[in-house]
Nanobody, 119 residues
Framework: QVRLVESGGGLVQAGGSLRLSCAAS????????MSWYRQVPGKQRELVAD???????NYADSVKGRFTISRDNAKNTVYLQMNSLKPEDTGDYYC?????????????WGQGTQVLVSS
């Protein structure tokens, strides 16, 4: 079993920055892709950014040039640096990870961290 714990959310003014962290713990064999998703009330959870174990990244068009996803494989941790924040970035941010246990791959979610961007 793998547990994902996010941190770093909070209230920030438009134009400001926040850095989210997500640490994986438990019986870890290998963490493959790690991702950040965002959800606002009444809407589906959407992909913000993802990163492979080799460091290849992918971003939603709405955050390109403003957000940077990175990871520390030794710490099983993924980060999301969010700059030039906009009110529309407000939402609950969830960490997601694929864990390979040596035989199967399982997908895990964190509990979420709230980001509120004021105008």
């Amino acid at each position: 079993q793998v547990r994902l714990v996010e941190s770093g959310g909070g209230l920030v003014q438009a134009g400001g920055s926040l850095r989210l962290s997500c640490a994986a713990s438990g019986s870890i064999f290998r963490i493959n892709a790690m991702s950040w998703y965002r959800q606002v009330p009444g809407k589906q959870r959407e992909l913000v950014a993802d990163i492979t174990s080799g460091g290849n990244t992918n971003y939603a068009d709405s955050v390109k040039g403003r957000f940077t996803i990175s990871r520390d494989n030794a710490k099983n941790t993924v980060y999301l640096q969010m700059n030039s924040l906009k009110p529309e970035d407000t939402g609950d941010y969830y960490c997601n990870a694929d864990h390979y246990d040596g035989k199967y791959t399982f997908n895990y979610w964190g509990q979420g961290t709230q980001v509120l961007v004021s105008s």
